[in-house]
């Protein structure tokens, strides 16, 4: 069975700590999605690793991609409020051309205090 | 970017009635959406792949008479709750998968009465 793990599932920090959310997926993949979502809102996209070794860095956030561990993480540096929300990954089993729906990680509910 | 429009965002309908709610994609063709369903505080939960032209693919324990789906077009997919309940309010969402990712549509808050 494919499975997307997050942890943590719930984040509670101050401003100006660092942070990271961890994804681990049990299936081979070399696609991985970070998206963020905002209370009664759609998901937006962060994020997207493609390959082994990829980083990707957005103002206070980074993701990076180890396919060999089937792991990925998200960084917040200095975290401030507006970071508060619910972060998703997603992996992508598709093997060559074929689509494949998402497997979802829980997501990780992360609230950043002044 | 592609964009995806959801439509409408929130609707509210009485018990025994049906509500379709569309999903567009404004400037790409989507060959598949995927619509899925997300309770209070909980991940995404896929309820079904359409691919344009041919019949929707449901997962496990969804009932297909219930969400009929209908991709006729690579520009439109619907999604029609009949004969709604109030344990068919949820956040409804469509995505639009492609080669190199996925777009979602804004979601739509069904709420049933």
């Known amino acids: 069975e494919l499975k997307v793990e997050q942890n943590p599932l719930f984040l509670s920090m101050q401003e100006g700590k660092n942070y990271t959310i961890y994804c681990n997926y049990s299936?081979?993949?070399?696609?991985l999605y970070w998206y963020r979502q905002d209370p009664g809102k759609s998901l937006e996209s962060l994020f997207v690793?493609?390959?082994n070794g990829a980083v990707k860095q957005e103002g206070r956030l980074m993701a990076s991609l180890d396919t060999k561990a089937r792991l990925s993480t998200l960084h917040i540096t200095a975290a401030v409020h507006d970071l508060s929300a619910t972060y998703f990954c997603a992996v992508d089993p598709r093997v060559g051309n074929s689509n494949y729906q998402l497997i979802w990680g829980a997501g990780t509910k992360l609230i950043i205090k002044p | 970017g592609a964009v995806v429009s959801q439509h409408p965002s929130r609707v509210i309908c009485k018990s025994g009635t049906s509500v379709k709610i569309e999903c567009r994609s404004l400037?790409?063709?989507?060959?598949?959406m995927f619509w899925y369903r997300q309770f209070p505080k909980k991940s995404l939960m896929l309820m079904a792949t359409?691919?344009?032209?041919?019949?929707?693919?449901?997962e496990q324990g969804v009932e297909k008479d219930k969400f009929l789906i209908n991709h006729a077009s690579l520009t439109l997919s619907t999604l029609t709750v009949t004969s709604a309940h109030p344990e068919d309010s949820s956040f409804y969402i469509c995505s639009a998968g492609g080669t190199y990712g996925y777009t979602f549509g804004s979601g739509t808050r069904l709420t049933v009465v």
């Open positions: 400037d790409f063709q989507a060959t598949t």
């Open positions: 690793l493609l390959s």
């Open positions: 359409s691919n344009e032209g041919s019949k929707a693919t449901y």
């Open positions: 299936t081979t993949s070399d696609r």
